[in-house]
């Protein structure tokens, strides 16, 4: 089991050039990447989306991917944009014209005007980048699940436990359900006697009736058999490796549905006050299992 929150980081370097990816993850639904990649490696982004999406099957991966060139004028070169320069020229030599002075304008201070003069980073082949930016991504790819592995550890031992609670609650229902029936039949009794009624026949067809009627009511039998399966079907779904997020959520939601069931059906306060304390187990095992991938 895995969890969907996770960070990983991964570099690789070649001939100077070094390539950080930066991974980090949150719940969702479906699987989702957002990356942000440089210039020089947009044409690859197709290709590190899809090794994302091969090793995450759910959650939102966001990601950063950069590259660090090695410093010194050879990973850099100058541009001079001589038309700046020219119209920079024109326009002083008018401009000292008009106001009668002789043009002192030295190469070095005409360089200093803003577009005259440019450094930029030599664009590098994606091609020769392909292989660091591929050892890069498996690195932070790696990190980023064990990150995931190591939280889902953590939400497997506490479903476990929750899964354990509700066992006991769910025993202690199905203890208490063939107690229901001889109270109401108590109480029916009870009441016949405060209206004047003789109850000395208690197999009275229409005293029978009445608790047959009541019995098939109140019965939780198939619920708590369901209830059973579905406990059976989590439990063995927290010892596989697969992505079951799915699966458990929606056996928290068929969980919660026959508890429900069982709630409207009891007629009974003590298990009226067990359906609360399942319900709430289960609200915080929905929460849990979100975070399951």
Avoid at 194 to 199: R, Y
């Amino acid at each position: 089991m895995k969890s969907m929150t996770g960070y990983g980081a991964g570099g690789s370097v070649n001939k100077g050039i070094k390539i950080l990816v930066e991974l980090s993850s949150v719940n969702r639904k479906q699987a989702e990447v957002a990356i942000s990649v440089p210039n020089e490696l947009e044409s690859m982004e197709s290709e590190i989306r899809k090794a994302i999406l091969s090793s995450v099957s759910r959650g939102r991966v966001s990601g950063r991917v950069t590259i660090q060139r090695p410093t010194g004028s050879a990973n850099r070169s100058v541009i001079i944009n001589n038309d700046q320069a020219k119209a920079y020229k024109k326009a002083l030599s008018k401009f000292a014209d008009g106001m009668g002075i002789d043009v002192d304008l030295s190469l070095e201070a005409l360089l200093r005007f803003p577009g005259v003069m440019e450094t930029v980073e030599k664009e590098v082949n994606p091609k020769s980048l392909s292989l660091i930016l591929k050892k890069a991504i498996k690195q932070a790819l790696k990190q980023l699940q064990q990150m995931r592995s190591k939280e889902g550890q953590h939400l497997c031992k506490d479903l476990s436990k929750r899964l354990s609670k509700l066992r006991l609650m769910t025993k202690r229902v199905s203890k208490r359900a063939p107690q229901v029936i001889v109270v109401h039949r108590k109480r029916l009794i009870e009441r016949l006697s405060k209206a004047d009624i003789d109850v000395h026949d208690v197999n009275d067809e229409r005293f029978l009736r009445e608790v047959v009627y009541f019995t098939d009511r109140s019965d939780i039998t198939e619920e708590l058999t369901r209830l059973e399966s579905h406990f059976e079907q989590m439990e063995s779904c927290l010892t596989v490796v697969e992505p079951v997020g799915r699966k458990l959520d929606f056996l928290a939601q068929e969980m919660f549905r026959e508890v429900n069931t069982i709630g409207s059906k009891a007629n009974d306060s003590v298990i009226s006050n067990e359906v609360v304390a399942l319900k709430t187990e289960l609200e915080k095992i929905r929460e849990q299992v979100q975070n399951v991938e």
